[in-house]
């Protein structure tokens, strides 16, 4: 059975890379064109907002959790993410995200996104509707 993600996959193609920035909460401070065509916002709708801002409710608090842990440290999280359009769809992404500094010392956060395979998809539709629980969530 497919699950309920949206009203309509919004599907990247191989040219896609879907970048954007934050400030050290999450917030958007740098969004890219290919960010806005896919989601379906101006760049005036995201910067100042949270990155939740196109949060799927079918992703499980776990992969965010892990991915906060991971850049906090400086290390990088690669992940499956399916994230909300304006609209209602939705658009699934390989998600690597990592820590970068400001020359004054601040940190950020960049997330750099790229089609999927479709293993990769299945994969994060079978595993995803139980890893909250698995993982105590
Ligand atoms: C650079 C960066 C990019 C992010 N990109 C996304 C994203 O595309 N979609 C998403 O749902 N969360 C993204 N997040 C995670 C959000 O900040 C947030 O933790 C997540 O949406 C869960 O929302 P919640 O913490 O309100 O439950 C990103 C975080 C960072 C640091």
Excluded at 45 to 67: Q, T, W, Y
Aim: hydrophobic share 35%; proline share 4%.
């Amino acid at each position: 059975m497919s699950p309920n993600l949206g009203n309509k996959e919004v599907e990247l193609d191989k040219a896609t890379m879907i970048v954007s920035e934050t400030d050290a909460k999450g917030n958007i401070i740098y969004a890219n064109d290919d960010f806005c065509k896919i989601a379906g916002y101006t760049k005036g709708e995201l910067i100042g907002k949270p990155h939740n801002m196109v949060r799927n409710s079918f992703m499980p608090k776990a992969a965010f959790k892990d991915l906060w842990e991971t850049v906090k440290q400086g290390n990088t999280w690669n992940g499956i993410v399916v994230n909300a359009t304006a609209n209602g769809g939705y658009y699934w992404v390989n998600a690597t995200v990592f820590q970068s500094k400001t020359v004054s010392g601040d940190i950020r956060y960049v997330s750099v996104r790229t089609k999927p395979t479709k293993q990769e998809i299945n994969w994060a539709i079978e595993n995803y509707p139980t890893l909250d629980k698995k993982m105590g969530l």
